[in-house]
Nanobody, 120 residues
Framework: QVQLVESGGGLVQPGGSLSLSCVVSESIFSIRAGSWYRQAPGKERELVATITSGGSTNYADSVKGRFTISRDNAKNTVYLQMNNLKPEDTAVYYC??????????????WGQGTQVTVSS
């Protein structure tokens, strides 16, 4: 049973940094593509960043220049480096991955997530 295990959330002051990890466990297939989402209280879930099979990245306008998505196929992990954090980045962060299975399969961490709180 494939599982996504997130870590790295926490409480940080404005201007600080956090690094989130999303490990794909119990899978013999590597990561084809990955995404990070977030949902703040009372708001819709929003797409924050994506990394494609070719390594191209895309970001929400609100995080461009501050967040960096990456992946390490050797560790079956997707990362989100978050710098210069702002209070409006406070949310539960979730990851979603597409695996290189035939056909490609999608898994998400909607039921888990990791809390990021930016506050002084």
């Amino acid at each position: 049973q494939v599982q996504l295990v997130e870590s790295g959330g926490g409480l940080v002051q404005p201007g600080g940094s956090l690094s989130l990890s999303c490990v794909v466990s119990e899978s013999i297939f590597s990561i084809r593509a990955g995404s990070w989402y977030r949902q703040a209280p009372g708001k819709e879930r929003e797409l924050v960043a994506t990394i494609t099979s070719g390594g191209s990245t895309n970001y929400a306008d609100s995080v461009k220049g501050r967040f960096t998505i990456s992946r390490d196929n050797a560790k079956n992990t997707v990362y989100l480096q978050m710098n210069n954090l702002k209070p409006e980045d406070t949310a539960v962060y979730y990851c979603k991955v597409v695996l290189n299975s035939p056909p490609p399969s999608i898994f998400s961490s909607w039921g888990q997530g990791t809390q990021v709180t930016v506050s002084s």
